[in-house]
């Protein structure tokens, strides 16, 4: 059985991990953000409750993240699951930990996809996408063959996200550092983790990911 658990910062292509490792040894994703909109458009009791905390633009408190993982996990018969997105800091790693023993699962693997700052800066802000087909390019890294028209159906209609720019990106990673540190330190001395250099193409870290197993 593997259960599996990433961690990596915002651009280091740790979701795009996920599913290909998912498809490979055909287990679950459990995306964090995911399970909380799927349970808000259920419309259960507990997905009104979300979706307050959701409108009013507080966090969702640990536990309800926890339950809805625990929930799945009991409901469902899988041979493992990538969790995805939690535990982002020390106190719900404990948490999940004390929800794991209760329903008498762990935490296998975890791996920690590490990218350089200047890196993900550029895999954030060169971003950009075709508003008619969705193809994604990179102005750094995977601009278009021809400027401002998408290679795959040439259209003009190319878009930046708004919310990218650079001081805001810094400020989320070093949110991001400072709260996984110490959860870097607690997997290691569990001797789960497992760190990939993240900067190559999705494919050769693919390989890697997988050579790891």
Same mark, same amino acid.
Request: with cysteine.
């Given at each position: 059985?593997?259960?599996?658990?990433?961690?990596?910062?915002?651009? !280091? *292509?740790?979701?795009?991990? $996920?599913?290909?490792? $998912?498809?490979?040894?055909?287990?679950? /994703?459990?995306?964090?953000?995911?399970?909380?909109?799927?349970?808000?458009?259920?419309? !259960?009791?507990? *997905?009104?409750?979300?979706?307050?905390?959701? #409108?009013? *633009?507080?966090?969702?408190?640990?536990?309800?993240?926890?339950?809805?993982?625990?929930?799945?996990?009991?409901?469902? &018969?899988?041979?493992?699951?990538? =969790?995805?997105?939690?535990?982002?800091?020390?106190?719900? $790693?404990?948490?999940?930990?004390?929800?794991?023993?209760? %329903? *008498?699962?762990?935490?296998?693997?975890?791996?920690?996809?590490?990218?350089?700052?200047?890196? =993900? %800066?550029?895999? %954030?802000?060169?971003?950009? +996408?075709?508003?008619?087909?969705?193809? %994604?390019?990179? /102005?750094?890294?995977?601009? /278009? +063959?021809?400027?401002?028209?998408?290679?795959?159906?040439? +259209?003009?209609?190319?878009?930046?996200?708004?919310?990218?720019?650079? #001081?805001?990106?810094?400020?989320?990673?070093?949110?991001?550092?400072?709260?996984?540190?110490? =959860? @870097?330190?607690?997997? #290691?001395?569990? &001797?789960?983790? @497992? +760190? @990939?250099? $993240?900067?190559?193409?999705? &494919?050769?870290?693919?390989?890697? =990911?997988?050579?790891?197993?």
């Amino acid at each position: 059985m593997k259960n599996i658990l990433f961690l990596g910062p915002p651009g !280091s *292509g740790k979701g795009t991990q $996920a599913k290909m490792l $998912a498809d490979y040894l055909n287990i679950p /994703t459990l995306s964090s953000g995911d399970m909380l909109r799927d349970e808000v458009d259920r419309g !259960s009791e507990l *997905g009104k409750k979300i979706k307050t905390y959701m #409108q009013s *633009g507080d966090l969702v408190p640990d536990e309800i993240i926890i339950l809805l993982i625990k929930n799945f996990l009991v409901q469902k &018969h899988l041979n493992g699951f990538i =969790l995805d997105g939690f535990p982002r800091n020390i106190n719900q $790693a404990y948490s999940l930990e004390k929800m794991f023993l209760e %329903i *008498g699962k762990s935490i296998d693997r975890v791996f920690n996809f590490e990218v350089p700052d200047d890196v =993900l %800066i550029k895999r %954030i802000l060169g971003r950009y +996408s075709c508003k008619e087909c969705g193809s %994604i390019y990179n /102005t750094y890294f995977k601009p /278009t +063959s021809r400027l401002g028209i998408c290679d795959k159906c040439n +259209s003009d209609k190319l878009e930046y996200r708004k919310d990218d720019n650079e #001081q805001v990106l810094k400020n989320r990673l070093l949110v991001y550092h400072k709260s996984t540190f110490p =959860l @870097i330190d607690f997997y #290691q001395k569990k &001797h789960l983790l @497992i +760190s @990939i250099e $993240a900067v190559k193409s999705s &494919h050769i870290v693919f390989d890697v =990911l997988k050579n790891s197993l």
